[in-house]
């Protein structure tokens, strides 16, 4: 291909220079209408925020929690995982057959994050188990290659053999903590089948993390996907820089982590609890942890928590775990409750505290009420009948399970479609 000349009085470069000029004029022009734009909608979302909270008892906008117990869990490579129990307080405290809550947070988040279902379960007399995943909150942390699911099932099964003992639990999960859980089957079938009589997965998946666009074009999802795991290995190292640039523009993080946490309002001290604990987790937990998710595929390990009392509960509007994440969940565990919530986003329990609160009261009301009041059902003649194929009796784990799925069905049918529920105004 020939070169073709210039145009007398026409320099090389010229048209590139003016064309370039132009795009960076226009780049320019696109990104302060968008940063006018943000601003806009910072301030209108700040003064939102700030109403909702002023309203509110002072009690209701304290989240600091005193537990009945502090202890440090020992995690199978050695990583302390910090642990706080509350006891139950109400007089139906002690009550035989009780199970004790566990509650394990998401990704970026704390033990703090279940502020208020703590509150909630403890006063109904349910004892109450929370702990830090390592590299989060209080907890220690571990080699790079330790920032694993697989690793933190085990992690949670070491945290129910130290603070629980054999009892009964009901184990909830938001996010990763519902990653744990699935994690935790495949790890100790056994103890899930042995102990667990419930379990609750907020605004969790079973995988297919990459194909999640955060409520973005497809596109630009993808390039997120693509850019965002090398942008925080580089961070890991510059934790400084990070800590200073988030320091500087506090609002603008609030604004961000507010976008991508929640689909309606909250309060202001709620949006800042969450970037508090978002921004007090160290980059280098972050970029471990955050190749990991494209590679999550847990859905074979629900089949530990198939006859168990199930609740699955996610927002219409969650970004990171969208409502058909929480469908597969429910296709692998038929009958589990299944509560979509309207104008909720991924941070559902600090979002819609009562609503969550609620849900977890009635699963764990129904994994440990009697089986004399589901009604005339047998149970033990069930399970033996049940129990029993051409090769002889089931072991003791299958034979568990099909009498929690028939204590479940003399109570009530099969779960098929989602309901969708408002939150309390």
């Known amino acids: 291909m020939g070169v073709r000349p210039l145009p007398p009085g026409r320099q090389a470069g010229a048209g590139a220079g003016t064309a370039g000029g132009l795009g960076w004029n226009l780049a320019a022009a696109g990104v302060t209408a968008a940063t006018g734009m943000a601003a806009e909608r910072l301030w209108r979302g700040r003064r939102t925020a700030v109403a909702l909270d002023s309203g509110r008892p002072e009690q ?16 199978s490579d050695g990583v302390p995982l910090h642990v706080e129990i509350d006891e139950a307080r109400s007089p139906s405290a002690g009550q035989p057959g009780r199970p004790t809550v566990v509650f394990s947070h998401g990704y970026c988040m704390s033990l703090q994050s279940w502020v208020f279902q703590r509150r909630a379960l403890r006063e109904a007399g349910y004892r109450v188990v929370l702990w830090d995943q390592r590299g989060h909150g209080r907890s220690g942390v571990g080699d790079r290659d330790s920032y ?17 003992g054999d009892g009964p639990v009901v184990l909830v999960g938001h996010s990763m903590g519902g990653m744990t859980m699935m994690a935790m089957a495949l790890v100790d079938e056994e103890q899930v089948t042995a102990q667990v009589v419930g379990a609750a997965f907020l605004a969790t998946t079973t995988g297919r993390i990459a194909e999640v666009s955060f409520g973005l074009a497809r596109p630009i999802g993808q390039l997120i996907h693509w850019v965002a795991p090398a942008a925080a290995l580089t ?23 507010d976008w991508g946490s929640f689909g309606s309002p909250v309060p202001l001290s709620i949006a800042q609890l969450t970037t508090d604990m978002i ?49 597969e969940i429910v296709r692998q565990l038929p009958g589990a409750e299944h509560v979509v919530v309207q104008e909720a986003g991924h ?76 939150p309390p105004s």
């Open 60 to 75: 209701d906008r304290s989240y600091v929690e005193t537990p009945d117990v502090e202890m440090v869990v020992v995690a």
């Open 148 to 164: 694993d699911i697989d690793q933190l099932g085990e992690d949670l099964s070491m945290v129910i053999r130290t603070a629980v």
């Open 235 to 257: 961070l890991a190292s510059r934790q400084h820089l990070v800590d200073g640039t988030v320091r500087a523009g506090r609002e603008i993080v609030d604004f961000f982590v």
């Open 279 to 327: 921004v007090g987790t160290r980059m280098d937990t972050i970029s471990a942890f955050m190749p990991r998710f494209s590679a999550h595929d847990k859905r074979e390990a629900l089949a530990a928590y198939r006859g168990t009392e199930a609740l699955v509960l996610n927002g219409t509007r969650d970004k990171l775990c969208p409502p058909d994440h929480s469908a």
């Open 347 to 422: 941070i559902i329990m600090l979002e819609h505290p009562q609503l969550v609160n609620e849900q977890l009261m009635a699963l764990v009301q129904r994994s440990h009420r009697h089986p004399a009041e589901a009604g005339s059902y047998d149970l033990d003649a069930l399970v033996s009948g049940a129990g029993r194929s051409a090769q002889g009796p089931v072991g003791r784990h299958e034979e568990a399970a099909t009498r929690r799925a028939l204590h479940r069905r003399s109570r009530r049918g099969l779960r098929t479609r989602p309901r969708e529920q408002e």
